[in-house]
């Protein structure tokens, strides 16, 4: 055992002629007669102190226990009285016990020695004790009194302060202490990284240290909240560093309250954010950026759609007109065959000129009341003129369905979608159409039995120009056709979406608003 110099001292308590002769009454019954009645004073005055008191032989056996003892240890004065004083001492600090007595030999006192002691129930209590000898009337040491005070809620809150000062000192953000008046009162770590001052450095100077001169203010502004019993959050500013550099912080800062709740200063802790700033800055000039080049792309694609679609319509009704006057020419068939690429050529540009509408805002719908059902009649009886692999089936009875919409739009949708489940489709089979009414909307759905669409691309394939890699990626397109038709439904306050079933086949969805009659 390690004891400190202050912990030992010269003195001893004058007690009985045997301290061993065992008594439930203490002290009381050391006494003889004519002193009767001051014994009775002390031992009330033992049996009511906060303090434990336990005398013992220098043989280390307890001859007296009072009520705050038995509070403390949990053994009554009749289980202890008797017993060696290693009843309460843990195993690991036996040899305390030998040093003890050593000193109490010796007529040296041990003062606030703080140990640890063990209750009956085995859980352990931080004490600071003082053991004097106990002299007889010769002036012979026949024992020890012992005053253990217990100090776990001190050592507990020792714990605790060292802990929290652990975990101040361990923040990434900087945690500054300061009174009512601005001075710095705590500074840890973070700080000295984040300001460049120690902690040295800054205690006891004013909180202006590290605020620019044109933000004085709000230091006013933020005492002003903190005297108000009010936490300010995640407030961001700028404050300079020991080498001048302007520094972007979040801070929030909460009032410091004393034991009676009074508010005695501010804990701020603030967290860096300049990268944050840089990046949110970098951030907006490339968007800036990014929107200036898409509007030039944008106009571009305008001007060239426009520049190639003249000359392509001119060229497409020469043809065409060629087309009708060589009807029985042998060398028909090279036109056809022109004429089949200039007509690709023109959907593309049709569509690339629509992408430019929606990217521009300037996809205008022109709505009329139409019959839905026969659009669809029309569009399958045209398609299926296109194909022989497939058996393009529309379920339909006869029935009249009345939507008020851009019948155009919605054709070239219904046009897409069955374009590409003949596409998708290379083996031969069946496509199907239906068409339902409910109170508000309509629902058309087409299915194929084509190559399918894996379940993580389902959503990507109404963006604009996205293709599915892999098997779809060998039959031609441009991945521009679905993004329209998702912008002509989204337009007329529609849904579209679909399912599939991978190498089995998918199922195409929109539902459109019946809309005003
Ligand atoms: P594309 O011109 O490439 O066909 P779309 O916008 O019409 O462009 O379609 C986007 C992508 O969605 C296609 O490239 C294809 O991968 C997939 N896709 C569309 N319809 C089907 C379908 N019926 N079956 C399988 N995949 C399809």
């Known amino acids: 055992m390690k004891m400190k110099s202050n912990e030992i001292s010269s003195g001893a308590v004058t007690g009985p002629e045997d301290a061993t002769s065992n008594s439930s009454n203490n002290l009381h ?64 600090r036996l040899s305390e016990e030998t040093v003890i007595i050593e000193n109490i030999r010796k007529g040296n006192k041990i003062k606030n020695f703080e140990t640890i002691r063990v209750a009956k129930d085995g859980t352990f209590r931080h004490i600071s004790l003082t053991v004097s000898p106990i002299t007889n009337k010769q002036g012979i040491i026949i024992g020890a009194s012992k005053i253990a005070r217990d100090i776990s809620y001190r050592i507990k809150s020792e714990e605790k302060q060292a802990t929290l000062a652990a975990i101040i000192n361990s923040s990434e953000d900087a945690i500054i202490g300061k009174s009512l008046e601005g001075i710095i009162t705590s ?28 933000r004085m203010n709000e230091e006013t502004m933020i005492m002003e909240n903190i005297t108000n019993g009010n936490k300010i959050d995640h407030f961001e500013t700028v404050r300079i560093a020991k080498d001048g550099s302007e520094i972007n912080i979040s801070v929030t800062i909460s009032p410091i309250k004393n034991a009676i709740g009074q508010i005695v200063g501010a804990s701020k802790s603030a967290r860096d954010i300049s990268l944050r700033i840089q990046t949110e800055k970098t951030q907006k000039l490339y968007t800036e950026r990014l929107q200036e080049l898409n509007k030039y792309k944008d106009e571009f694609m305008v001007m060239a759609s426009h520049e190639l ?4 319509t001119v060229i497409l009704a020469n043809l065409q007109l060629l087309q009708l006057m060589l009807e029985n020419d042998t060398n028909v068939h090279f036109l056809n065959k022109t004429l089949k690429q200039v007509y690709k050529l023109n959907d593309l540009i049709t569509n690339l000129l629509d992408v430019s509408k929606i990217q521009t805002g300037k996809l205008v719908l022109d709505r009329s ?33 009345l939507i008020h919409a851009d019948r155009d739009r919605i054709e070239q949708v219904i046009i897409n979608i069955l374009v590409n489940a003949i596409k998708y489709m290379p083996e031969p089979g069946e ?32 963006q604009r120009f996205y293709r599915v890699s892999g098997a779809a990626s060998s039959f031609a397109g441009s991945g521009i056709g ?3 038709s998702a912008e002509i439904i989204k337009t007329h306050k529609g849904k579209i979406w679909a399912e599939s079933d991978l190498g089995k086949g998918s199922v195409f969805y929109i539902s459109i608003p019946v809309g005003a009659k």
Request: hydrophobic share 40%.
């Open 309 to 312: 679609k003249t000359p392509l």
């Open 29 to 92: 019954s050391f006494s003889h007669n004519p002193l009767e009645e001051k014994e009775a004073l002390l031992a009330a005055i033992v049996n009511s102190s906060e303090d434990a008191i336990i005398s013992k032989t220098l043989q280390g056996i307890i001859t007296s226990w009072n009520t705050a003892a038995t509070f403390m240890f949990q053994y009554t004065e009749s289980e202890a009285v008797g017993k060696h004083i290693s009843l309460i001492i843990p195993h690991d």
């Open 431 to 462: 496509i199907l159409l239906q068409c339902s009414q409910s109170a508000d909307e309509v629902l058309i759905s087409i299915t194929d039995k084509g190559i399918g669409i894996p379940e993580q691309y389902l959503q990507d394939i109404f």
């Open 187 to 214: 500074w840890n770590y973070a700080a000295a990284r984040l300001f460049g001052y120690t902690e040295q450095e800054v205690i006891g100077k004013h909180i202006s240290l590290i605020i620019p001169k044109d």
């Open 482 to 484: 679905l993004y329209i």
């Open 369 to 401: 009341e139409f019959d839905i059902n026969l659009l669809i009649m029309e569009v399958t009886d045209n398609l299926q003129k296109t194909t022989k692999d497939h058996k393009i089936t529309f379920v339909n009875n006869n029935s009249e369905i």
